[in-house]
């Protein structure tokens, strides 16, 4: 039962993946290919590690992948969206979407949509199906972080996203919250640390730290519980 929740919660950290700014990139540019290699830990009464490769990939014009792939010693996540990409609303739209928990003695778990012919985001949650009629402005769990990025490079400091998450759309909030240093393969990098907005009466905590010079490359994930079990990605190496 705790290598299943131990599975789960790694899961659970990654998802939650999601001024005044300046930058040398130009708004609504496609967003450029790259691979980036995470570590991360979760600790809970033990501290387990695990390791993360993350890629976005251009497939067709104006259609792109990104994926992330995380491996541990008790659960590994496969997790790609299939998205198109619109300059004139500086944003992507979910066309496929897939998100699979594989691991020693855990129960597999995969979501899965995508958009149909009936202009559906038609899917499955824990085996059972769903369909939601489509937005041009709706996201998924992973490419929701495309979206961050180029929102950032915009120049804004406040988000809401409408997230298509176990079969259902949830409004997602975020805030640009501050400026930190943090290391990454022997240098120092200047991110902007975006916090989840929660309800007041919500003790849970999500950062996101995202880089400017790097394109905004995602470059740690910290998200905390309220009994003190803490889960982070961090970026280790990027391509």
């Known amino acids: 039962m705790r290598k299943r929740q131990i599975g789960v919660c790694i899961l659970a950290a990654i998802a939650a993946l999601h001024s005044g700014l300046s930058s040398s990139s130009t708004a609504c540019e496609p967003p450029g290919e790259f691979t980036a290699v995470y570590e991360t830990t979760m600790d809970k009464v033990i501290s387990l590690e ?10 067709a014009p104006d259609r792109y992948r990104f994926s ?4 541990s010693s008790v659960a590994d996540m496969h997790e790609s969206v299939e998205f198109t990409w619109s300059s004139e609303h500086c944003g992507i739209l979910p066309v496929r979407y897939k998100n699979q928990l594989k691991g020693f003695l855990i129960r597999d778990r995969l979501t899965e949509f995508e958009l149909n012919d009936s202009n559906h985001f038609a899917g499955t949650y824990k085996g059972k199906a769903f369909s939601i009629p489509a937005r041009s402005h709706y996201v998924d ?4 972080q495309v979206q961050v990025r180029e ?16 079969g259902k759309v ?10 930190e240093i943090l290391a990454v393969d022997g240098a120092d990098l200047n991110t902007l640390k975006i916090e989840k907005v929660r309800p007041e009466s919500s003790d849970r905590e999500t950062y996101l730290w995202m880089a400017p010079d790097l ?3 995602l470059v740690r994930i910290l998200h905390q519980e309220p009994d003190g079990e803490r889960y982070e990605v961090s970026l280790s190496r990027l391509n």
């Open 68 to 71: 992330f792939d995380v491996e």
């Open 141 to 144: 769990p992973l490419g929701l």
């Open 151 to 166: 929102d950032l490079k915009s120049g804004k400091s406040e988000m809401a996203y409408h997230m298509i998450h176990k």
């Open 170 to 179: 949830l409004i997602d909030r975020y805030r640009v919250v501050g400026e």
């Open 50 to 59: 695990g390791k993360g490769t993350q890629s976005l990939k251009k497939i």
């Open 215 to 217: 394109d905004y490359t």
